[in-house]
């Protein structure tokens, strides 16, 4: 089984600030990565695929990049309605999917 | 537009049977595997299994073999979970997603249905 991890755990960042997120899986995963923002008492929402493809609509301050084992999510200047959980996912290992975590970002 | 709109919340009592759905718009069922993840209060997202309506394909994922049942009927575009006996652990949000591929069998999930809350307690 992939294991995904997430760092950190809690990002306190303030508005206007750059935030970078962590994903790293336990064996290669090629680019087979998305991320997904999750706000509270909200459903997952998808902003990444392929490990650095933005998803229709999500704006450009959001990136992906990375490939095998090392992924980052860059928030390139936060804005207020990005404060949420963000978790990364492999699917390279059909069918089995797994999530890493998640990290919290919060305001500083 | 593409949508999944799931059932709405449900409280039941250990022992008691459930069955929630995930009703598809805006696409060919058929033609897209739909997945299912729980997410327990408070806690991230877990992977449960996945299903394509077309032939009622289903894969589990080991943690949850022989716990669940996903089913579809791909007549009224919609995608079931189902318990047999209901355990308070079994207290969750559930959600279903579609799950998007480009030429290959690697996919991503998009979009999600809102979530069913199942709170089971006696």
């Known amino acids: 089984e992939i294991v995904m991890t997430q760092s950190p755990a809690t990002l306190s960042v303030s508005p206007g600030e750059r935030a970078t997120l962590s994903c790293r899986a336990s064996q290669s995963v090629s680019s087979n990565l998305a991320w997904y923002q999750q706000k509270p008492g909200q459903a997952p929402r998808l902003l990444i695929y392929g490990a650095s493809t933005r998803a229709t609509g999500i704006p450009a301050r959001f990136s992906g990049s990375g490939s095998g084992t090392e992924f980052t999510l860059t928030i390139s200047s936060l804005q207020s309605e990005d404060f949420a959980v963000y978790y990364c996912?492999?699917?390279?290992?059909?069918?089995?999917?797994?999530f890493g975590p998640g990290t919290k970002v919060d305001i500083k | 537009e593409v949508q999944l709109v799931q059932s709405g919340a449900e409280v039941k009592k250990p022992g008691e049977s459930l069955k929630i759905s995930c009703k598809g718009s805006?696409?060919?069922?058929?033609?897209?595997?739909i997945g299912w993840v729980r997410q327990m209060p408070g806690k991230g997202l877990e992977w449960m299994g996945i299903i394509y309506p077309g032939d009622s394909d289903t894969r589990y994922s080991p943690s949850f073999q022989g716990q669940v049942t996903i089913s579809a009927d791909k007549s009224i575009s919609t995608a079931y979970l189902q318990w047999s006996s209901l355990k308070a652990s079994d207290t969750a949000m559930y959600y279903c997603?579609?799950?998007?591929?480009?030429?290959?069998?690697?996919?991503?999930?998009?979009?999600w249905g809102q979530g069913t809350l199942v709170t089971v307690s006696s």
């Open positions: 805006g696409y060919s069922f058929t033609s897209y595997w």
């Open positions: 996912q492999q699917y390279n290992n059909w069918p089995i999917f797994t």
């Open positions: 997603a579609r799950h998007v591929t480009v030429v290959t069998p690697f996919g991503w999930f998009d979009p």
